[in-house]
């Protein structure tokens, strides 16, 4: 396509903080997140469900995209480890925090729902669900019968990818590329294996979830995409690929038919939610799929795009906000809104109507929860 060609010395280092379209798709994500966790009935839920499965994987490229910037091939491994400390430090401290919150929640329903709390502490705290947490980011330690839902799973991943990113900071960038075409490979052939040849690595069936959707299956792959992105569009990295993708955002930023190509990659991103659902009608239920992997190469590509130009015609204002402010505190605490509903409404269970507006009122009150607490940091911050 001669349509693509354009000079790439004017993709600009663009920050994630001008990025409008990226905070819209995680306002969008942070709510298909709860979609996923709280299911509208029937099919319709499940088809949802399906489309939503590239919401965390783009929470991942996202944070891959950005971890590095403005730190090209080359830098030394010291400034690398400096500013991934300080991300380490963060989302360590985040992490501990929310699980003693979730496991004092837990200890707070036993208590009053006569479970008891040796029973609680007998199934939650022991060799095998530490195991599980280390190994797989799992176990009854990040869920039990009062919120059965481990989301946490993916700050731990999180935290184990920036480790590994310190730990080996000289090679994080040169391969990043390598990393994650090997790692999506092995999680598809690992998703194989559940549709057909469902092995016991550890004595665990591998259809059990979590022993896809971990630190080194899912988290690995995708946040290093990310930084393999960063590299491509920013260090200006010396392969085909990178080239190609660096001609198409110049083709979907500055070429004289940019806009019609943004229009295809829109059409890209439609095609692999709709790819996803048709997975999940032929295989089942999975962890991701090639739909997933496409809707997020479109609106990766898309943010890229949009972000050498700020061409898009409508940013809704509140969405963007969503995004940027509230998206981190609706994925922490949704899980706990969740079962507080459930706990304070069962005697709804049942009731079609609730079924249907159950997601919705999670959805409402998770962002109410948010904005309550982006208006507390707020003041506390203004205070200082």
């Known amino acids: 396509m001669r349509s693509m060609g354009t000079n790439m010395g004017d993709i600009k280092n663009i920050s994630k903080a001008d990025n409008s379209f990226l905070y819209m798709i995680k306002g ?25 499965r590239f919401a965390v994987l783009f929470f991942f490229v996202v944070s891959g995209r950005y971890i590095l910037r403005n730190l090209p091939s080359g830098t030394k491994a010291s400034i690398i480890r400096s500013r991934m400390a300080a991300k380490i430090g963060h989302v360590f401290v985040i992490t501990l925090l929310l699980t003693l919150l979730y496991n004092a929640y837990s200890f707070v329903v036993a208590t009053t729902s006569g479970f008891g ?22 176990g009854k330690i990040l869920y039990d019968y009062t919120y059965d839902i481990d989301h946490l799973w993916y700050l731990y991943a999180v935290l184990y990818v920036y480790i590994l990113i310190f730990i080996f900071a000289p090679y994080a960038k040169k391969w990043s ?21 469902p092995i016991r690595p550890f ?9 896809v959707r971990n630190w080194l299956l899912e988290g690995i ?14 260090d200006k990295r ?21 806009r019609r190509n943004r229009v295809i990659l829109h059409a890209f991103l439609i095609l692999g939610i709709a790819m996803s659902v048709l997975e999940y009608r032929r295989f089942g239920e999975m962890t991701v799929y090639v ?12 943010g890229e795009a949009y ?44 009731n079609q109507l609730y079924a249907w507006l159950k997601p919705v009122i999670a959805v409402c009150v998770s962002i109410l929860v948010a904005e309550l607490i982006f208006y507390i940091k707020k003041r506390v911050s203004r205070r200082k």
């Open 307 to 350: 972000g050498q130009t700020e061409a898009i015609s409508i940013k809704p204002a509140y969405l963007c906000h969503l995004g940027k402010e509230l998206s981190a505190s609706v994925y922490y605490f949704h899980i706990m809104i969740i079962s507080i509903i459930s706990r304070t409404l069962y005697r709804l269970e049942g």
């Open 221 to 234: 792959p995708f946040i290093m995409a990310g930084v393999w992105l960063d590299s491509a569009i920013n």
């Open 117 to 138: 709390i040796q029973d609680l502490i007998s199934q939650k705290y022991n060799p095998h669900e530490l195991f599980l947490l280390l190994m797989f980011n799992s």
């Open 177 to 197: 590329g390598f990393l994650t075409f090997f790692f999506t490979g092995m999680l598809f052939f690992a998703q194989l294996l559940q549709l057909y040849y």
């Open 238 to 258: 010396d392969t085909r690929v990178a080239e190609l993708v660096r001609k198409l955002v110049g083709a979907c930023s500055q070429s004289k038919n940019a």
């Open 28 to 52: 969008i994500a942070c709510i298909l997140v709860i979609f996923i966790h709280c299911l509208f009935p029937g099919t319709v839920g499940k088809d949802i469900q399906a489309m939503s």
């Open 203 to 211: 004595d665990i069936s591998i259809r059990t979830w979590y022993m």
């Open 291 to 302: 739909g997933s992997v496409v809707t997020i190469c479109a609106i990766m590509f898309l």
